[in-house]
């Protein structure tokens, strides 16, 4: 592949697209393929051929809202069908031309204003399984760019410049940990792509799987190149079938184009990836419990220094990143560092993909500039509150994080401002919640999770979880005592400083976050034995789910 | 190599993505993979076979097999409920689901019905939080669930038995 060919084939998918008169892209995301979306483009494709029009019927990747699904986008007006059944199929076809369908649309154009997408831009726009659409929208420009006319240090300094920071969660400066592997000394050197997008309530790299896997595999050859490695692994957990079959594809076709093998973009550059399943482990999002599991191994962590960089997969140097930080490789290099910079805060450069998930009108997902305050995301993209309820808390940061209650609500979204606020950004999952979520019960909710996640090799992080778990209990139960809750402090303290890795250290979060806020309702559950949202035991509604959730 | 545990061609589908590792130890939980989708559960035959052939300790291999939630030492129902437990399915009654299901069937999560026709499972977030609360009806998601739809659709099972 030369850089002609590569124009090549993008000018000739253009042109290929600029045949038909219109374009119906359905969207064959998850959420949408669960409402049958498949059903319901077989039925376009057939109206289609019916009427003679010259419309071209396509499978695209997550269009955003999902519950609005199954979503058809309508090109090149830009009209957004929602709740498509494949009976509508007919008039769908008819209306190509002519005024849109009233009932079908959406009229979500605040959901999309405020948005920036980055990471998502080709999401909704083309087919992930098919390469040449996605050369066609300025796709493998920036690997090509950089194998040809780049050395590895300056794609190292262009990717420190533009301030990106791992997606993950974390934070780290991306430039920062791709010096490190690429200094250090080693005769093979990995790759690894983290897709074990175990936060409940997150759904950001499996959209990115599935809506767009080539970006993340072109993001991962540009840092193979930068780093001087030769193999990767993208490890994706086993509970995202589709988005594991979208990339078998992805690498296949990427594998045909020479963009992964030997000889890449015609210079001497060789890098293949391989798929690694994950098996139902939250611990194996923590990068030295992932590379255990990748070398066959129990997921379980292991303390750092050395960290991947120096002594990862197979004690060789690693690089590991998440699948949102390799997709927001390529547009940088292609841009310049520069223009990447200019969007989001002083510290948190760019844009962050978000799901938008809970006691909120439009669930789905988003990607917005970083800086944008959660009152906007919520109350403009999102479209606030259903059901006349108020709003309470957003949950960002999973099991990790916190709840974030109205009083923060003018927050920019940024790394640090999350974590003043008892939180963290996480990989980006938003879960809003109303008056009727306790949040004593929240709390437990997720001790039960880090409780029953935990991987059992350190001792504050296998004991402290369950106990903290069995007080929360207590209190949901109306049973506490003040003295309980002392203990329940303190526990918080011990299991927070002394555990071995990010789950343990970080488990007490929603205790701590929920208790800064909230602590009028942990005393109304030990005081008055009174769950003011009526969901606990020990309140006004009984619930028998208590004792299953034990 | 071990010989293989019997005539099933299963075992030779076990065998080969073992062989396509070049029977690497790394290869153990891909290997499990493959035994746990070819026969729906790992048995002590094929954790033994798997073992063996990859030169890993039994002991290790058996460690592996219940550290990861997703391998399962004994079959399913012919039928399979998953209730997601997600963070944005719990908000939105996920829990009353479960509630409901385990009322129904009379077993717990984890287990299956005496006529081994339904098993009841849980699930961490299958991020189709979109869609919550959502559950995996034999591994096919339906989101926006109420509880009175998934007792029509385990009664469903129930009568086609």
């Known amino acids: 592949m030369t850089s002609e060919e590569l124009l090549q084939i993008a000018e000739t998918t253009v042109a290929e697209r600029k045949e038909f008169d219109y374009e119906l892209n359905v969207c064959m995301a998850l959420g949408c393929m669960s409402q049958h979306s498949d059903k319901v483009k077989a039925a376009l494709t057939e109206e289609v051929a019916k009427s003679g029009k010259r419309c071209h019927v396509r499978q695209t990747g997550c269009i955003g809202p999902c519950a609005a699904g199954p979503l058809v986008s309508v090109g090149p007006t830009g009209t957004l069908y929602g709740n498509v059944h494949e009976d509508d199929a007919e008039a769908v076809v008819a209306s190509l031309g002519g005024d849109p369908v009233e009932r079908l649309q959406t009229h979500l154009q605040h959901y999309f204003e405020g948005q920036h997408p980055i990471v998502l831009e080709n999401s909704g726009q083309i087919d992930p399984e098919k390469i040449d659409e996605f050369i066609g929208r300025g796709g493998y420009l920036a690997l090509m760019q950089v194998l040809t006319q780049m050395t590895p240090q300056e794609v190292v300094e262009q990717i420190s410049r533009s301030g990106l920071r791992g997606r993950g969660g974390g934070g780290y400066p991306t430039g920062l940990k791709w010096g490190t592997v690429a200094k250090a000394v080693g005769a093979q050197k990995y790759v690894i792509c983290n897709g074990d997008e175990g936060d409940p309530g997150a759904f950001m790299d499996r959209s990115v799987l599935e809506s767009n896997p080539q970006r993340v595999i072109e993001g991962m050859a540009i840092a193979a190149y930068a780093v001087g490695a030769t193999k990767g692994y993208v490890y994706v957990r086993a509970e995202y079938p589709l988005a594991i079959s979208r990339l078998t594809v992805s690498l296949r076709e990427a594998r045909r184009r020479g963009f992964l093998g030997s000889g890449i973009c015609g210079t001497t550059f060789a890098f293949d990836i391989e798929i690694r399943i994950g098996a139902g482990a939250f611990v194996c999002g923590e990068e030295t419990a992932l590379i255990a599991s990748i070398e066959g191994l129990r997921g379980q962590p292991r303390s750092r220094p050395p960290y991947p960089a120096v002594s990862g997969l197979w004690g060789s140097p690693t690089l590991i990143n998440n699948v949102e930080t390799f997709a927001n490789v390529a547009p940088i290099l292609r841009n310049g560092p520069e223009w990447y910079s200019n969007i989001g805060t002083a510290k948190s450069k760019g844009t962050k993909v978000f799901a938008l998930t809970g006691k909120i009108a439009n669930t789905g997902l988003i990607e917005v500039p970083m800086g944008m305050t959660l009152r906007q995301i919520i109350f403009e993209i999102g479209g606030g509150i259903p059901g006349g309820h108020k709003f309470k808390a957003v949950q960002t940061g999973g099991p990790s994080g916190g709840c974030i209650p109205e009083q923060h609500l003018d927050l920019p979204v940024s790394y640090e401002s999350l974590i003043d606020a008892g939180s963290m950004m996480g990989s980006g999952g938003m879960i809003v919640m109303d008056d009727t979520s306790c949040m004593v019960n929240v709390a437990r909710y997720f001790m039960e999770f880090c409780m029953s996640e935990s991987c059992g090799k350190c001792i504050p992080c296998r004991t402290g979880t369950a106990q903290m778990f069995n007080l929360l209990t207590k209190i949901c139960n109306g049973e506490a005592t003040h003295a309980d809750l002392d203990l329940l402090v303190d526990l918080c303290d011990v299991v927070k400083n002394t555990s071995l890795c990010g789950l343990g250290m970080t488990a007490p979060n929603p205790v701590l976050s929920t208790l800064r806020y909230f602590k009028d309702e942990y005393l109304a559950h030990i005081e008055n034995q009174h769950c003011p949202a009526g969901v606990c035991a020990c309140g006004s509604r009984v619930v028998a789910a208590e004792e299953v959730m034990a | ?161």
């Open chain 2, 1 to 161: 190599m071990p010989p293989l545990p019997s005539d099933d061609k299963r075992w030779k589908i076990v065998n080969g993505t073992m062989r396509r590792h070049g029977y690497a130890r790394n290869a153990l939980i891909e290997t499990l993979h493959t035994a746990q989708a070819s026969f729906g559960y790992l048995d002590e035959v094929a954790i033994r076979f798997v073992a063996k052939s990859l030169h890993v300790p039994l002991s290790q291999a058996y460690g592996v097999v219940t550290f990861y939630h997703h391998f399962s030492l004994k079959p399913a129902g012919k039928h399979t409920c998953t209730v997601c437990l997600g963070t944005a399915c719990y908000i939105k009654g996920a829990d009353k689901l479960l509630a409901e299901a385990q009322k129904h069937l009379g077993i717990k999560p984890g287990e299956t019905t005496p006529d081994n026709n339904i098993s009841l499972m849980t699930a961490r977030c299958v991020g189709a939080c979109g869609r919550a609360p959502v559950v995996l009806e034999d591994n096919e998601l339906v989101g926006l669930m109420h509880p009175d739809q998934l007792v029509q659709k385990l009664e469903g099972w129930a009568a086609d038995d």
